[in-house]
């Protein structure tokens, strides 16, 4: 078996994962509905998905979606062949995917909803941790997407805080460290500003009597 990057080379199995996709999600009655051909066949002219086949059949696949400029990096649409289940496929196209998000997007982070245990496994394995919604990104876009999803209802009905999809999410070392500096440059900053208040609340006192000094020796010169 061979999992790749995909390319061109790759779009005469489109048709094929995109019906493939649709049947799972009617077979589980949750998750994300059907896609495209037009929007599978960029992902994977643009070699922004992984593609798994043996002997000229296609055994799985698996995209990569980028939202709020770069900041987030998906890896959706995770499918394998009915075929070739429950031979580990799903977890070695997860690696390789989750690996290529890294290449492209080294500082984004990368999330995932989803109701699957298997996923779910895969997900914490590779770092992953569940997060709450509001931890993941924000762009209308993505959101949008959910449409699609036969419980878009319940997600709306409570305003996108929850569903039934857990929500889960890696945060590379890079921007943890990043982050972490922020957090130290803005203590930084209000200790900085607390120290030049309490400076300037104990300087005020001796300047008020120097100014009252002031005054005193200039009214003592003019009575003379």
């Given amino acids: 078996m061979e999992i790749e990057v995909s390319s061109c080379e790759h779009l005469m199995y489109v048709s094929e994962i995109q019906q493939e996709m649709y049947d799972s999600a009617q077979r589980r009655g949750t998750g994300i509905a059907k896609r495209s051909i037009e929007y599978l066949s960029k992902k994977i002219s ?12 296609w055994v799985g696949f698996c995209y ?13 649409g995770l499918i394998v062949s009915p075929k070739f289940r429950n031979r580990g ?54 959101w949008n997407g959910c449409k699609n999803c036969v419980n878009y209802e319940i997600l709306m009905m409570k305003e996108r805080k929850n569903c039934l999809c857990t929500a889960m ?27 030049a208040e309490e400076k300037s609340a104990e300087e005020l ?4 009597n120097n100014n009252k000094k002031n005054t005193d020796e200039k009214e003592s010169s003019l009575s003379v």
């Fill in 64 to 76: 990569i979606e980028t939202w709020s400029h770069g900041q987030f990096v998906a890896n959706s």
């Fill in 169 to 195: 999410l890696f945060v590379p070392d890079n921007k943890i460290d990043k982050e972490a500096e922020n957090i130290q440059s803005k203590e930084k900053e209000s200790s900085e500003v607390s120290r």
């Fill in 46 to 57: 643009e070699g922004n998905a992984v593609v798994a086949t043996e002997n000229g059949e």
């Fill in 205 to 208: 006192p001796l300047i008020m």
């Fill in 89 to 142: 496929v799903a977890t070695l196209i997860k690696n390789r995917v989750f690996q290529l998000s890294r290449e492209k997007y080294p500082t984004a982070k990368v999330f995932g909803l989803t109701t699957g245990l298997a996923v779910m496994k895969i997900n914490s394995d590779l770092g992953y941790k569940p997060v709450i919604y509001s931890e993941l990104t924000q762009d209308e876009e993505f």
